[in-house]
């Protein structure tokens, strides 16, 4: 099962890194994404990186702020956040497939999510 932790309440202007792992499955063998939901918004996509690392992309909202990567020594996937924005205010998910996918219903695998706070 896919474990999101990191999450918290931070300033505006802050940073924050995310990690999303799996206790049953090496999540270095799938593309993995980043989706966020705000209350009462449809859950949206963030970033993306397939399971080589070779390929990423990015909501427009947060490139060049966001930066998303693994490690494979601790088969964990980040989620940098910097410069954090009110508006970036969501419970993040990530979700992971065994192809590529920047939609959340290429999502076949995903975490509980983890709640971020950014306050002006």
């Known amino acids: 099962q896919l474990m999101e932790s990191g999450g918290g309440s931070v300033q505006a202007g802050a940073s924050l890194k995310l990690s999303c792992a799996d206790s049953?499955?090496?999540?270095?063998?799938?593309?993995v994404a980043w989706f966020r939901q705000a209350p009462e918004k449809a859950r949206e996509f963030v970033a993306a990186?397939?399971?080589?690392?070779?390929?990423?992309n990015y909501a427009d909202s947060v490139k060049g702020r966001f930066i998303i990567s693994r490690d494979s020594s601790k088969d964990t996937v980040y989620l940098q956040m910097n410069t954090l924005k009110p508006e970036d205010s969501a419970v993040y998910y990530c979700?992971?497939?065994?192809?590529?996918?920047?939609?959340?219903?290429?999502?076949?695998?995903w975490g509980q999510g983890t709640q971020v706070t950014v306050y002006s």
């Open positions: 979700a992971a497939n065994l192809e590529y996918f920047e939609s959340p219903n290429g999502g076949r695998f």
């Open positions: 049953g499955r090496r999540i270095g063998n799938y593309a």
């Open positions: 990186m397939s399971w080589a690392g070779g390929r990423t």
